[in-house]
């Protein structure tokens, strides 16, 4: 078994609209202290660890959230969400954090972790605000689905279920900043697997299990977000514990807990419409 402690959505920084940034760095110490008395085989950061500014002042919150994560025992692995990449490149984290930001798959023994280091962007110079999947990315993460030989989880800072923002304070009305607009075609690749796959995001600040072609996708909350919790921040964090099956548990004001079985088996490609003619509308 494997177990793997997750904090994502830190937000250190201003408070900004539900996010309690200002409670960010106090949080992440108890994550730290928590963790350290749990002894997990790895930690993993989702991303987003920082409200953005500028450049200058994100650069400096970054360093106090990298402060904090170098207290932990057990190796910690980071993903870049959007706000790390405003006006920070994913070489200037890297240096930050002392840390690779490619993709890489790592090996967990009877499970392989699949950190999927997507550009994580948001372009805002566009006619429609929002992320774009360099093609890159989706081959990397088609060839590790095709060549996966183990039960892989995926890691990564947007999801890509397509899981509806229906509730959602931040995406339901802003559904193009999400996911990226080119998620179906992450499931696709995904769905290529012949092997167990389970998938991991934050970004969406809420605890969901979505699954899609047998793959459970889940996303968890971020751990200053306010807007399940009334004005507090929701002190999320989980531990994932991949076995036989997949064990995961969110600890803190909105808590959240599920225990998932991720089968190799796909579905088959899905019928034409039961109605041709109206399709053919
Ligand atoms: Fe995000």
């Given at each position: 078994m494997t177990r793997i402690a997750i904090v994502t959505?830190?937000?250190?920084g201003t408070p900004s609209?539900?996010?309690?940034?200002?409670?960010a760095l106090e949080l992440l110490g108890q994550f730290t202290d928590w963790a350290n008395a749990e002894k997990p085989d790895l930690v993993l950061d989702l991303g987003d660890r920082i409200s953005d500014v500028d450049s200058q002042t994100d650069a400096r919150l970054e360093r106090e959230v990298a402060e904090v994560f170098s207290r932990l025992d057990a190796p910690v692995h980071h993903i870049c969400g959007n706000h790390d990449r405003d006006h920070l490149s994913v070489a200037d984290n890297a240096d930050i954090l002392g840390a690779e930001l490619g993709h890489q798959l790592i090996d967990l023994g009877d499970w392989q972790l699949a950190l999927w280091r997507a550009d994580a962007k948001i372009h805002r110079d566009r006619p429609r605000v929002g992320f774009d999947l360099p093609e890159t990315d989706l081959l990397w993460l088609s060839r590790m689905a095709q060549t996966a030989e183990k039960p892989t989880l995926v890691a990564s800072h947007?999801?890509?279920?397509?899981?509806?923002?229906?509730?959602?304070?931040?995406?339901?009305?802003?559904?193009?900043?999400?996911?990226?607009?080119?998620a179906d075609r992450a499931r696709e690749a995904l769905a290529q697997a012949r092997v167990p796959v389970a998938c991991i995001a934050g970004h969406v600040h809420w605890n969901t299990v979505t699954t899609v072609d047998g793959i459970p996708h889940m996303t968890q909350q971020s751990l200053t977000e306010s807007f399940t919790t009334a004005g507090e921040p929701a002190r999320a964090w989980g531990m994932l514990t991949l076995g036989n099956t997949i064990h995961w548990k969110v600890l803190g004001d909105d808590p959240f807990e599920a225990r998932l079985t991720p089968s190799h088996l796909r579905w088959t490609p899905p019928l034409a419409p039961f109605l041709p003619d109206v399709a053919a509308e």
């Open positions: 959505d830190i937000h250190h609209h539900t996010k309690r940034g200002d409670t947007v999801p890509v279920s397509g899981h509806s923002q229906i509730g959602n304070y931040y995406f339901q009305r802003n559904a193009s900043v999400s996911t990226y607009p080119q």
